[in-house]
Structure formats: C-alpha cells, structure tokens
C-alpha cells in the first residue's frame, strides 16, 4: 500500500508540476545510431533531439568490418540505424538485417541525385538502404616540392620524380581498383586476365616509385614535406595541412578517368525498436538545410543531394563533378580472394 500510495503522490506532483511548465514527464524516445567515427554533427543531432523531442545516442565504428561483426555477434538489436558502405549493404541486404524505408515517411526522396540512384544497382529504388554520402579517394601532389608538369592520372604514379616520395594506400580495392579503371577496365572485374594486367602495371611502374602503402599516416608526412604524392581521401590531407597554406601547396584531383568509390547509406536495422523515428531521422538529415550543414562541416562537396549546395557556406575540397565517372568498389563474393592474393604479393615485394 505504501508503494502504491507514494507513486500516486509522485504522479500527482509531476502532473502538477509539468502543468506549471516545470518538468516534463513524458518519457523522451531513443534513436540509437550506429555510424562512422566523427561523421554526423553534434548540430544537426541537437536540431533533431528539439525538433521530435527525442534523445538521440551515437555509437562509432572505424570499418565495416567492425560494425558487421558486432552486428552478427548479438549486436544488431543494440541500434536502429546503421551506416555501411555500398558492398556491405549488399551483403545485408541479402542478409535479410535491414527493415524496409516507410517511402511515405521519406518525403524528401526526391532530393537525391539520379546519378547516385544509377551507381547503386543493388538497391536502386532505396527500398533498404537511404545515400547519405558518395566519395571517392584522389591524388595530391605537394605544390612546393614539385614545380615540373606531371600526368593527371592514376599513371602519376609511374612518373621517376616522385621516386621515393610517393604513397599509395594500404587498401588493395583502391590501388587495384586504381589501375583496373586506368587499363579501361572495371574496378570490379572478374577478369583473371584484366586482373593480372593490373597487377603488373602496380608491381613493374608504379611500385618502383612508391616509398610505402598507408591508409593512415599519409595526411601528416604530406604536410611535413615527406611525400610528395599520395593517394588518399581529401580531407585527411586537408585535414593536415594549415587551412591558409591550401592553395600553396595541395594540388588535389580525382583523375577525368574516374576511379573506386564509396556510398556510405542509412539502413534502419529489422530489429530497430524506433523505425518511425529512425525513418524521420533520414529524412530529416536529407531536407537541403540540413544536409548542407553536413557538407560544410567535412567540406565535402555536394553530390548526393543536389538541392543542398544551395545553402553551403564553406568551399568544398574538390568539385562534385569530378566523381562523375567514378565506380563503386561493389562485392566480388569469393572472387574478392583473388584480389587479396594478387595484393599480398604486392606488399611483400614493396
């Protein structure tokens, strides 16, 4: 009786109380976000939180194979939203992980660019899986440590000048997928013969110049001076060097050739216990306003959706046009071996 009689003493003031405007005893809902490290605003998360009057907790991953794993392992009812890249979405998809998007509910659909909705052929009417955001690594060239012409290819790397002071990523889809797209192949053949002239064109012109293979560290020895090429993702260079000394010294492109990319999108999980809240989230990040607060926060150009350039304050790294002809790095299923063997090889010889 005392337990029953001080909960309804509790209701009654906190009746009282929010009647007053004091408190609020409504129960807030949780979207639970499980996405790449530093990749969605603290503001456009606050404006989301005030808007639906929700709590919004974010969780961070540093690959996809670290998001699937803990997902497969016991994970997957943990969040509602996940942001995998365009192979393992595919992989999810068949996977039966992802619930379908309430089209209804995702009124700003239009907002996206057809030639995104072109690239994704696993799911090209964003049944399950919504473009948050399509990239693609380049190649940088240190201004003041190179005052001759060179090439604006991925053949770049072939050139003796940048002998010794030369990277490539430690990330077999990109280097192969680099010299595959230069050959005018696709940088997902399943082509032994296309596969194997790649291979040699990595191992006889471009490895000789190449000092080492680094996904990680390449933006810092950039900015000291050590390297003068690199292939890398623009804002990991940007990110290094002093804002003021960009137009000195970054000389950033994707070549016309196109090369691999990405498409990281936002899938809701069949297990999410929000999916309506999880659906007004996607859409909410999608109204141009918004999007474009993502956009000037990375400096990323606008591709994905169009109708949000027009609210960008910042200059992005690079045109949006140049990933025109750019491939996404799909799945190759077990043919995805290959690749890795032929890479292997690559590296010890390096």
Known sequence: MKTRFVSRITLALCVAAASLGLISCEKKQVLKLYSWTYYTPTDVVKDFEKEFNCKVVVT?????????????????????????????????????????????????????????????????????????????????????????????????????????????????????????????????????????????????????????????????????????????????????????????????????????????SMCILKDSKNAELATEFINFIHRPENYAKFLDFFRFPCYVNLEAEQYMTEKPMYPAETMENCELKNDLGEYLEKYYAQWEKIRISN
């Open 60 to 264: 961070e991953y540093d690959s996809n194979e670290t998001m699937f794993n803990k997902l497969v392992n016991g994970g997957a009812k943990s969040f509602d939203i996940v942001v995998p890249s365009q192979d393992y979405v595919s992989i999810m998809i068949a996977k039966d992980m992802f619930q379908p998007i309430v089209q209804e509910k995702f009124t700003n659909r239009a907002k996206i660019n057809p030639k995104v909705l072109e690239k994704i052929t696993y799911d090209p009417e964003m049944k399950y899986a919504v473009p948050y955001y399509f990239g693609a690594s380049g190649i940088c060239v240190n201004k003041k440590k190179v005052t001759g012409s060179y090439d604006r290819s991925w053949n770049v790397f072939a050139d003796s000048q940048f002998k010794n002071h030369a990277s490539m990523m430690d990330d077999y889809r990109e280097v192969i997928g680099d010299a595959l797209i230069h050959l005018g192949y696709s940088a997902c053949t399943k082509n032994d013969a296309e596969l194997k002239e790649a291979i040699n064109l990595i191992k006889n012109d471009w490895l000789p110049n190449i000092v080492k293979f680094d996904a990680e560290g390449f933006g810092k020895d950039f900015a000291r001076g050590d390297l003068w090429l690199c292939q890398g993702y623009a804002e990991v260079i940007f990110g290094e060097v002093p804002e003021e000394e960009w137009d000195s010294t970054i000389d950033f492109w994707i070549p016309e050739e196109g090369g691999p990319s990405y498409l990281d």
